[in-house]
């Protein structure tokens, strides 16, 4: 843990990217909130600049007058208001994460906006669980929603699973080559296609790369999902689609993001440890890895690295 | 001559909320016209032999009372007395009327009366939150003291109401007794047991009614306790009347159905609705992982619901959990 002598010092170190970890029902806004009302009562909290010196000349304009130095009143923090407030800090996500999506989200402070941004046009993969029910089906497709049909479950096994779930990934690999903007019949797109897996040229459509069924105890599932271009609504209806194709009908009960390009879930910080000394360690061990890992940037190509 | 700094310097306090402008009081300017005669007939860098250090620059309009702090001996008194201009910035209404006063003439005798009550360290404090007590009439606070007094309350408990709720004397003796009636009547309290919920939150006697009865009826009806239990449960836990209706009612409801607990444990524990739903509610789901959720005293391995408010994490983990913070700390990164 670093100690740190002065507020200034602090501040400046708090450029870059931190992982946290978003709890569900509570929102990205309310997060970045959280995150810079904590750190400026932490800097606040540290040893702050001695208070300006102010010149002031008195006495009658026609005798010799007296110069003197005394404290700046309008400079005291009583006065002026703390030295850092909420306005002092640039705070952006690197990608959305729903009201009820909980997981790892990736905040770039200050100068390290500028990386969140790269970061969200480098388009990294990101990977979910998504928790969802079997027999009933709501308007919305999540828990939240009205009850829209109920349904027996007893015929749907593992199996039918992860047949419906294998079905689903080849179908998106099509469209994985057709949102790579290049013409299906070319040498380009056989050069691309042969390498392996390749990113969406685009931010519109989602792609999901892979889905799998992790854990199945009727009538709860979880699925494992890794994609690009997703937001929560979209895998809410990923798993109403599953429950129809399996002739059954099933609702969303909660996403979890595990992780987002390199940034695993290990590295994401709890509600709890948003304090000044987390936040920088975090920011320290998020720096060594966009270092050691820069196609997270900026990505050569459009095929996938691993 | 002292001069402004440059305002570029409280740039960032523009910004701020404050954007009615607080006007400019004070100074007279007695020597203009003598020197406005003076121009007339000599050129501008002849030398005056009078004493002008009487003639300032006008205070220019600003948005905040840093401008003004270091010509004001009253704001600076009040600098000095830890009273945060900052704060009271923020309600320029309330800037306009303290701006008009003069610390000797108009704050002494209040400070010198509060001080018997407030104590000189939290008088920063206690003007903070309620500056405009330096425009009441000083008789009326004596009033609205002897009330108190005469009410019943020991000095102790006056000292405590007063330093503990600043806005406590702005109110009218008729309102106080107004207030401590509804609450004497509504809770069927004694005399004894009504000076003790004031001493014990001060707060919540000058608080929006319609904010407590609202609760009141979410205590009564929604959550269903008796009329006896809603007066012990407020005599313990007075802020429970002062909570937000929709959360208070959501805590209950993980309490009561999720966990199971039943009225007579949280009555005697109501410290649990004190508590943000999401603490108690990672607690307990930690606890059922592993198989403790057991809150029914005369069973074993028993776990009070006190535990899972009170206490830090490790302290939690170590004692009902029975197993390291880290472990707790990988399960809430499953939620």
Not at chain 1, 103 to 114: R, S
Not at chain 1, 255 to 275: D, N, P, S
Request: hydrophobic residues 35%.
């Amino acid at each position: 843990m670093v100690k740190f002598r002065s507020a200034a010092l602090a501040f400046k170190s708090l450029n870059g990217v931190i992982c946290v970890y978003k709890p569900s029902c509570v929102s990205v806004k309310q997060v970045q909130h959280t995150i810079r009302t904590n750190l400026c009562r932490d800097l606040n909290a540290l040893p702050d600049r001695p208070i300006e010196q102010r010149v002031e000349i008195i006495g009658p304009t026609n005798a010799p007058m007296e110069v003197k130095l005394v404290p700046n009143y309008a400079d005291n923090p009583l006065v002026c208001g703390p030295r850092y407030i909420k306005d002092d800090f640039r705070c952006r996500v690197a990608s959305h994460l729903g009201l009820f999506s909980s997981g790892v989200l990736l905040l770039g402070l200050n100068e390290g906006t500028t990386l969140t941004y790269q970061i969200h046009a480098g388009r990294p993969t990101r990977a979910y669980k998504v928790h969802g029910q079997l027999g009933k089906a709501t308007n919305t497709y999540f828990w939240n929603g009205k009850t829209v049909e109920r349904t027996t479950y007893n015929h749907v096994t593992r199996e039918k699973i992860d047949g419906v779930v294998a079905h689903i990934q080849a179908a998106h690999q099509r469209t994985m080559f057709e949102l790579s903007g290049l013409h299906m019949e070319s040498q380009t797109t056989y050069e691309l296609a042969s390498k392996g897996l390749i990113r969406p040229a685009e931010s519109k459509l989602p792609v999901v790369y892979g889905i799998k069924c992790v854990s199945f105890e009727p009538p709860n599932f979880t699925l494992e999902i890794q994609s690009v271009n997703e937001y929560d609504k979209y895998l809410w209806t990923l798993v109403h689609d599953l429950g129809i194709q399996l002739k059954s009908s099933a609702h969303c009960t909660g996403v979890q993001c595990i992780r987002q390009g390199k940034f695993e879930l290990e590295l994401a910080l709890l509600r709890k440890h948003w304090t000044l000394e987390h936040l920088t360690n975090n920011m320290k061990i998020c720096h060594k890895l966009l270092e050691d890992n820069l196609q997270l940037l900026k990505p050569e190509s459009a095929v996938m690295m691993q | 001559m002292t001069l402004f700094g440059p305002l570029s310097k409280y740039k960032r306090l523009l910004n701020r909320e404050t954007a009615k402008i607080m006007c400019c009081y004070t100074q007279n300017f007695t020597y203009v016209d003598s020197l406005s005669k003076q121009h007339n007939d000599c050129n501008a860098l002849q030398t005056v032999s009078e004493d002008l250090s009487g003639i300032t620059p006008f205070f220019p309009k600003t948005f905040n009372l840093a401008a003004y702090v270091n010509n004001s001996e009253t704001l600076k008194k009040l600098v000095n007395l830890n009273v945060n201009l900052s704060e009271i910035e923020k309600k320029p209404y309330v800037v306009e009327k303290i701006l008009k006063l003069d610390f000797e003439k108009d704050m002494k005798q209040h400070i010198i009366f509060l001080n018997d009550f407030v104590g000189l360290e939290e008088m920063g404090n206690f003007l903070t939150k309620n500056p405009l007590i330096l425009c009441e009439p000083i008789n009326d606070l004596q009033v609205r003291v002897n009330y108190l007094e005469s009410k019943g309350f020991k000095y102790d408990q006056v000292k405590k109401v007063i330093s503990a709720n600043p806005f406590w004397l702005m109110l009218s003796t008729v309102r106080i007794d107004r207030r401590l009636g509804y609450y004497q009547n509504y809770l069927s309290l004694c005399g004894k047991e009504v000076r003790y919920l004031a001493t014990k939150q001060p707060k919540l006697i000058t608080y929006n009614l319609h904010h407590i009865r609202t609760n009141m009826f979410v205590i009564k009806e929604e959550m269903g306790f008796e009329d006896s239990e809603l007066k012990n449960m407020v005599l313990n836990k007075p802020r429970l009347l002062m909570l937000n209706q929709k959360s208070l009612l959501q805590r209950f409801n993980f309490i009561h159905q999720v966990m199971k607990i039943p009225h007579k444990t949280i009555l005697e524990q109501p410290e649990i609705l004190l508590c943000r739903n999401f603490k108690v509610k990672q607690r307990h789901l930690f606890l059922n992982k592993l198989g403790r959720s057991q809150y029914d005293p005369k069973k074993e391995n028993y776990v009070p619901i006190k535990a899972l408010v009170e206490k830090p994490d490790t302290e939690f983990c170590r004692q009902f959990a029975k197993c390291s913070v880290n472990d707790f700390n990988l399960f809430l990164k499953t939620l």
